[in-house]
């Protein structure tokens, strides 16, 4: 067994990064507005975007990479769409994985995010509205900083999330190598192969590795966003 990753190897860990990154930073603006707009506002339907976002979490992976295909696919409404218009194909690219992967990761970053908001004292807001703050720079001076901690936990939770997406991505990117190969799917395929044990065991590595560490860092950042947070209360 070889004592370090392959250059292949490494070139696959780079590509699951690069779909995780963009995945978290198409989710973040996303899922924060869903978020505040769950925790902050009372409209008809609400019950029912509530459960539209949280659908992904309780539908089998391979069903949401489905309705991916459906959507996004080069004969689908949207997909159709952004190809005549921009020539953007997302099907079988590894900007489909970061969509998969950002699609299974949106749930779980408005939870958190929407819990940190719900935390936030509505009468510090009420105050400065009563000062004489616009409903956007109260947003901006009061709800948004007090709400870091779930945005900084959310992100990183999201980005953990997005390295270990599996059926969405297999379904509506396919396993190509170089292209939507990310550490899961390379794990399955090394699984396939007979004698693959020790890179199967390397890129297992890695992904425990990656995981543990931005689950680490969402809880450190949280840490010094609630001393923050504490200091300026």
Known sequence: MAPWPTSAEWAIVALSLK??????????PVAYALAWLLARRRFPGRILLDAAVHLPLVLPPVVTGWVLLLLFGRTGPLGHWLEETTGLVLVFRWTGAALAAAVMALPLMVRAMRLSIEAV?????????????????????????LSLPGVLAGTM?????????FGATITFASNIPGETRTLPLAIYTGLQVPGAE?????????????SV?????????????????????
């Open 213 to 233: 560490a931005a689950l680490l860092a969402s809880e450190l950042l949280v840490r010094r966003s609630h001393g923050r947070r504490a200091h300026v209360l």
């Open 121 to 145: 004292d509505r009468k510090l807001v009420g105050a400065a509205r009563t000062l004489g703050a616009t409903p956007w720079r109260a947003f901006l001076t009061i709800t948004l900083p």
């Open 198 to 210: 020790a890179a199967v065991t390397r890129l297992a590595i890695i992904s425990v590795l990656l």
């Open 19 to 28: 779909v995780s990154v963009l995945a978290v930073a198409l989710t973040v």
């Open 157 to 165: 939770l999201g980005f953990a999330r997005s390295l270990g997406e």
